[in-house]
């Protein structure tokens, strides 16, 4: 099912009541293209880029509407990011400015031109006056939903209504979360946060349309895509700036294998119990942490993939209280049947890995199994004592 942004609607509506016919009349020489830019280096960018350019030999036009503007100026701007609360907006500049920004980062631009009519062209231009205007500049954004490309493709959606080919058979249909992890195989770490911070709703099947919250994906619905009298969208290709950055290939140190070293430390703390005790408060506080961030950004968050969390399973907030509570070489009471509890999970999330609905980071599995060992031993408080190799080490 198709959803399109509530804001280009009322922008749809807003223009025709109010703005409709007072912005410059382009010629017939004008054009709107898509630009579609390579993944960059920083994160905010290592998923592309799209933007629109609108050309007019006749007047000197040579403009690009920009929806992926934001400010670190922002006051709390990590905080509003956190929570879903920060605004972008859309920014206008010339396209020459907009090709040095990114030839200086080797990024690659690409360029499709759209297959309009004048009437079509003039409409596309006004919307986009409209949504200029100071006040109607800004949105909320929606990594997944609501961002530089899915603007785009909503006005194209609305303006345009094209035809955007087959939905793919179901079993080839690729989650939110398949579809970044091309774009990450370069960033492990990355991916490790981005997986662990993501919940359920990264993992639905996504459909053509939301494909393209992805600049890429949206680059090649739009080469497909053909308006309802069957002519073509896009009416001429170009590449205007080659890719000339290249990813550093990541080091040997990848969450991975650190999470293996993790689980070979975990092992060896065992040798000396006043060691083990030290290890795993700093072990069971790590995952309590965690645990508690995810809970702040399922409860407290508006980014809507960041709720149903399943790694709240094994990164238990409870880990903060009860690591420090009693006597942890031999618990008794309730902090025994906690950890009994704990390690039932971490068994059961092992033993079904496969067929959760969430996909876990492979970088979990040794976290999970290291929880598993340590909660076993302190869930039967007398193990100590039973394991003969434990025994001898203390």
Known sequence: MKKVSLFVLLILLLGQVTAFGNSPELSSRARISLLTAT???????????SALRVTDPETGLDEVYNYGTFDFDTPNFYLKFVRGQLLYKLSVVPHEYFLLEYRYEGRG?????????????????????????PGNEYYLYDFFYDNCATRIRDIAEVQLQP?????????????FRDLLKPYLQYKPWARFGIDLVLGLPADRKATPWHYMFLPDEMFLAFAQARHNNGRPLVERYSLLLE???EPAKPGFFEPVAAGWLLFL?????L????????????FFSLLGA??????????????ESTKGNLNLLWALPTHLYFIFKGNMIYPIGIPRHYFKVVFLLNLMLLLFWPIWPQAFHPAFVPIILLSAVKSFLYGHGDAWKRIPLLRRMR
Do not use: C, M
Not at 41 to 46: C, F, G, K, Q, S
Not at 109 to 133: C, G, K
Not at 163 to 174: A, K, T, Y
Not at 271 to 282: H, S
């Open 39 to 49: 993944p960059g280096d920083e994160l905010y960018a290592v998923f592309g880029h």
């Open 109 to 133: 631009i690409s360029e499709q031109v759209l297959n309009l009519s004048q009437e079509e062209l003039q409409r596309i231009y006004d919307f986009l006056q409209v949504n200029r205007q």
């Open 163 to 175: 035809d955007w080919g087959e939905e793919p058979v179901p079993e080839f249909s690729r989650s």
């Open 243 to 245: 890719q000339t950055f």
């Open 265 to 269: 430390l975990g092992l060896l703390s």
């Open 271 to 282: 040798l000396k119990i006043r060691i083990a005790r030290v290890f795993d408060k700093f």
């Open 290 to 303: 965690i645990g508690l961030v995810i809970l702040l950004l399922w409860f407290f968050s508006d980014h």
